[in-house]
């Protein structure tokens, strides 16, 4: 297992990559998307098609920075940095970045509102706001929880599951979205726990869901599909807001 020290800043795509991957672990933090120092977010290192940034095992995402993130083999050996990786982290993500078409991105989180949908028997994200809407179609269920993910036969599982969605909802566990760049993914992680908060709130006033007309649902995700750009404009905002202004190390 090759091990090197931390790397020094590079304006190129490669390390243009590990700032934005430290950015988005630490403004997961801050926002309440990430569950201690579990979870993981993954990207295929530019310019290759098996190599692969992770986040380091042990490390709170509140204190990741670029020079922190692992850059692993698939089989999960490292190949740059100074930590191991989250054993279950490769198990599940760099089987999906293999199978999906557009997985440059891999992020999985147990989010507590999308959370609470997974942990509910039958439970699926319901077309009662706009926000969900914009996944109409691109979810979909694992209802099969198999433990903790210490083999690659269980990411394989989870991405023949999810084939081209976008989101993959684990019964019992967390949720995982899948796009070709990490500002996408990050994005639609940020707006699945959205519209899962607004579901779960209006279903503890026991009053009927409001479901949305399907031909208007459909519209609206067609809508969705030509705003793509928000995407990667949303994700530079936050970092603006809630890092650079703060003077938040994760670029270093």
Excluded at 204 to 233: D, H, W
Aim: hydrophobic content about 40%.
């Amino acid at each position: 297992m090759a091990v090197v020290e931390k790397l020094t800043p590079k304006k190129d795509a490669v390390w243009q990559t590990r700032v934005d991957l430290a950015a988005a672990y630490q403004l997961s933090a801050k926002m309440g998307m990430t569950e201690g120092i579990d979870n993981h977010f993954t990207v295929r290192v530019p310019g290759t098609t098996d190599k692969f940034f992770i986040n380091p095992k042990g490390l709170h995402w509140a204190e990741i920075t670029a020079s922190d993130v692992l850059m692993c083999d698939y089989q999960g050996n490292v190949l740059e940095g100074e930590h191991a990786p989250p054993k279950s982290g490769p198990c599940i993500h760099f089987p999906i970045h293999k199978l999906h078409p557009r997985g440059g991105a891999v992020f999985h989180t147990h989010m507590p509102w999308s959370t609470a949908i997974a942990a509910t028997k039958g439970g699926r994200l319901e077309m009662i706001h706009q926000n969900a809407m914009r996944f109409y179609d691109d979810i979909a269920y694992d209802h099969e929880f198999n433990g903790l993910a210490m083999t690659h036969d269980e990411g394989e599982r989870m991405g023949a599951i999810m084939k081209d969605k976008s989101v993959l909802f684990l019964e019992n566990h967390g949720v995982i979205t899948v796009a070709e760049s990490i500002g996408e993914a990050f994005d639609m992680m940020y707006f699945i726990e959205r519209a899962s908060e607004v579901q779960i709130l209006a279903q503890s006033t026991g009053k009927p869901l409001a479901i949305c007309r399907q031909p208007m649902v459909e519209e609206t995700r067609e809508v969705y599909k030509n705003f793509r750009i928000n995407a990667v404009r949303h994700f530079e905002a936050l970092k603006r807001v809630y890092l650079d202004r703060e003077g938040s190390d994760y670029a270093s």
